[in-house]
């Protein structure tokens, strides 16, 4: 069944090193001791995984109160791991007992394990290292030769496995089949030959291989990229959002030298729980790419030449200046600006630059919105009945969201339904798949809609209108044009209507279909007509797909929208702004990012300001861009390497990464979580709120904000939604808006 949200776990009444306290019924003794300080070391365990008690590590002596208030002890230590806490427990974790059984397990663990501490990757932030330490013996008696096999062999491009180190806890393996699902690796062969390698021997192609090399407690599974970068006494290691997507996981970036050496996942169980997928762990290289920006460059002819920021922002000026000209100047904003650096360029082109030619979405879809297009969060997931997954590849597009998704099908019964035109790895737990034509997703929810209109009674008005336009559409229509059978189509619609809730996850197949606006329209019937848009564990989710694309929407960097979501036609919230500036805002909406590529083609825009966009690479028709491009009178890129888009630059400004300044992320539930500065920036790259705040003190003689705190400072103050998103109170873990 699925997990009730707000349910009140029953307490019991145990007792830790003669500590009493009530705990949660069934909580295991492991995590029932953090809360009394009480440390019991661990191998195979890890909180977000079932227990299997291999190792033999966690070792405690228990016993249970009985009636008469005395404790009966059981005949041998249990591990604590794997069990559950129940009314009367009574636990000892230091006896001497268990002393000498933690000394034991360790001293046979390190009989072949090779001493290699010094250039092991592992060395000095490894569990065996420091159980042994503190738990074992301070001498071996193992005088015979070790064990010797090949080192650091391949497992695929970003792991290699030491199987003189492996002590085959089990952890890896047990990764593939309860949290990725996709089951790639598994103990092969017998006795001191026993390996975790993938059954036939094969690279391991799991697309979160790299959670493996993070859960081994030892130096067996290494990272291939980061293998003899660095040292652990030699890292500054630093708290960040991760920016290859919108599910806005939480990492720690590790940096020497002026350079991120690696990427290692930081727990937040609201969000990644502590996974991570490989794009974000191992290909977030961007910052230190060979083209990176360094300096502000102009062009002349095919040459560019550096000039000054002062420079710089003088030429952007003069461009802008729109008197005589009757031309516009128009932005598009990239999905890795922070929401300080988000604010900023909308206030900038509204408040200086006089327009509404401002836009971030790169997708067919770009109606006017006037709400959130997303309805719910992770924790949803595990509480809806149903989920259907339309027209995304969740694994490749939202990787946090399929492991959350698969967790809420395994752990809590949630029902999948999965609809795409190819295999994908949803299909392998969802309790119906409709494979259909690509291009064909309109004709399947009008034939989904018809399917579920049968079975909906009594029918409300709405309904009556859908019947009247879906008519034609019987399963048997859906049929001849998706592909789909009529009878699994059938099925479908039966399970829908039976479900209690309905959680919709509508991905990049809706988004850029020739007809988005159509395909969300008949979404947001059946999400009407299943009720989920009133109930809360219900609900429409347009997925976006940049890592702060969620944010652009919520801070106004759209046409028709002010920040909160608030319209540009809308008097009262327009005169907020303009007494908050000290500036008129245009009062009509402006042009979405096809319209302003259009406008470009017609000579209507004299400056196009891409802050941090490549729409050459991510635009769903880079032809029509490069085309806007190269029309375009003057075009300028602030980014952080030479793009696609910025080889059509007239003036290059150098921007910062994401681990060269801090700032807040907004991810697909609307969840505001910092990231802090990692490293310095490189060459002369400055963060795009402050370039962007240069540019208005260079036009607006007003104090201007000297840190991106005091940029989240105006937007709280502004933004009512923001209120509660000042740096003091988001913390590690943030803060989702209401």
Known sequence: MPKPKHAEPKLVNIEINGVPLQVPEGELLVE?????????????????????????????????????????????????????????????????????????????????????????????????????QFYGPSTSRYIEIKRHLPKSFPLSNYVALDLERCIQCGRCVRFTEEVSGDSQLAFLFRGAQTQPHTFQLTEFTSRFSGNVIEICPVGALTSRTYRFRARPWDITTQKTVCTMCSNGCTLYADSRAGKVARFNARENPAVNETWTCDKGKFEQTYMHAPDRIVQPMRRHGKEWAPISWGEAYELILQRASTQGSGRAVAGLAGHRLSNESLYMFQKLMRGVFQTNHIDHRFTRYQAALSEPPVQNEYRDLEAAATVLVFGADLADEQPMVFLRTRKANR???????????????????????LRYRAGTEDALLKGLLRALLERINPPSADAERLQSRLAACTPEWTQAHTGVPAEQLRAVAQHIAESPSLLILAGEKTLNHPLADEVV??????????????????????????????????????????????????????????????????????????????????????????????????HYDPTLAERALR????????????????????????????????????????????????????????????????????????????????????????????????????????????
């Open 32 to 132: 029932a001791a953090k809360r009394v300080q009480a440390d019991i070391p661990i191998f195979c365990y890890h909180k977000y995984m079932k227990p299997v008690g291999m190792c033999r590590m966690c070792l405690v002596e228990v016993g249970y109160k009985q009636p008469d208030g005395s404790v009966r002890k059981m005949p041998k230590p249990q591990t604590s791991c794997s069990l559950p806490c129940t009314e009367g427990l009574v636990a000892w974790t230091e006896t001497e007992q268990i002393v000498k059984d933690r000394r034991a397990v360790l001293e046979f663990l390190l009989i072949n394990h090779p001493l290699d501490c010094p250039i092991c990757d592992r060395g000095g932030e490894c569990p065996l290292q420091n159980n042994t």
């Open 411 to 433: 752990h809590y019964g949630v029902q999948v339904i999965v609809a795409y035109p190819r295999a994908n790895a949803v299909e392998e737990f969802a309790a119906h798949s």
């Open 521 to 618: 329209e008949w979404l947001h019937a059946l999400n009407r007509l299943t009720g989920n848009d009133a109930r809360e564990e219900g609900g429409l989710n347009l997925m976006p797909t940049g890592a702060n694309q969620q944010g652009a929407l919520e801070l106004g960097v759209a046409p028709h929208l002010l920040p909160n979501y608030a319209r540009v036609d809308d008097a009262q919230a327009r005169a907020q702004f303009e007494q908050a500036w000290g500036l008129p805002l245009p009062a009509h909406a402006g042009l979405t990012t096809d319209g302003i590529f259009q406008a470009c083609l017609d000579g209507e825009v004299e400056l196009l300001y891409l802050a941090g966009a490549d729409p050459v690479s991510e």
């Open 631 to 738: 029309a375009c009178e003057f075009v300028v890129a602030q980014d952080i390497r030479m793009t696609e888009s910025a080889r059509y630059a007239d003036l290059l400004l150098p921007a910062c990464p994401f681990t060269e300044y801090e700032g807040t992320f907004t991810n697909w539930e609307r969840r505001v979580q910092r990231f802090w500065q990692a490293h310095p920036p490189q060459g002369e790259a400055k963060p795009d709120w402050q370039v962007f705040a240069e540019l208005w003190l260079r036009t607006q003689r007003q104090t201007p904000p000297f840190n991106a705190r005091e940029v989240m400072q105006e937007i709280a103050q502004l933004v009512p939604s923001f209120a509660n998103c000042r740096y003091e109170s988001l913390g590690e873990t943030g803060a989702r808006l209401p």
